[in-house]
């Protein structure tokens, strides 16, 4: 069965503090990674969707990135309205329906 | 804005009731998706449609619950007879093969 964890649960950082966040996967094939980003009460907010070991992409104060077993998503000097829940997906390969999510780690930054 | 919407935001309902959401998907999407979310976990993949077939359905999709996309535009969700445990944000996305965008989500409150 497709699992996804992700680390740590949550996460509190002083503005300026960089971190990471990990989402390991085990899945039968990998079709894509994805990354949303999620406020409390709202819809999840598309960030990334990687597809290979080795890829990166960034997005302002965010980087992620992904090897066969795990994917990172870096933040850099990070600011109070980058709180929120990170969550990352694995869409299998065969096909182009569901994501499978982790449960997310809860960020908060502070002044 | 052309994102995805979902109607009503909020429902309250008593134990046993029939409940039914709305949602539009961003116009030039054809592949639709609903999700369950419940607090501290990440959205469970429901069901499926392309266009106006619907294409896959999961387990937890029981005979309580159906999804209809007449004429490939809008989606309605309907649970029937409904239970304490179906209380849970109802999330609606629309896309591509490579990219999900989340609706703001239906709250339902089983009373």
């Known amino acids: 069965e497709d699992q996804v964890t992700q680390s740590p649960e949550a996460l509190r950082l002083q503005e300026g503090e960089s971190s990471s966040l990990n989402c390991s996967y085990t899945v039968s094939g990998l079709r894509g990674l994805f990354w949303y980003r999620q406020d409390p009460g709202k819809g999840p907010e598309f960030l990334f969707t990687?597809?290979?070991a080795g890829e990166e992409k960034e997005k302002e104060r965010l980087k992620a990135t992904l090897t066969k077993k795990e994917s990172f998503l870096h933040i850099t000097a990070p600011k109070p309205e980058d709180s929120a829940t990170y969550l990352c997906?694995?869409?299998?390969?065969?096909?182009?329906?569901?994501?499978?999510f982790g449960t997310g780690t809860r960020l908060q930054v502070t002044l | 804005d052309t994102g995805v919407s979902q109607d009503p935001r909020h429902k309250i309902t008593k134990r046993g009731q029939n409940v039914t959401f709305r949602c539009d998907p961003i116009s030039e999407h054809n592949r639709l998706y609903w999700y369950r979310q419940t607090l501290g976990q990440g959205p469970e993949f429901l069901t499926y449609?392309?266009?106006?077939?619907?294409?896959?359905k999961s387990r937890l999709l029981s005979d309580r619950f159906s999804a209809e996309r007449p004429k490939g535009s809008f989606s309605t969700l309907e649970i029937q007879r409904t239970e304490q445990g179906d209380s849970a944000m109802y999330l609606c996305?629309?896309?591509?093969?490579?990219?999900?965008?989340f609706g703001p989500g239906t709250r339902l409150t089983v009373l």
């Open positions: 449609f392309q266009n106006e077939a619907q294409l896959e």
């Open positions: 997906a694995v869409q299998v390969t065969g096909t182009a329906s569901k994501l499978t």
């Open positions: 990687l597809y290979s």
């Open positions: 996305a629309s896309g591509s093969a490579d990219t999900q965008y």
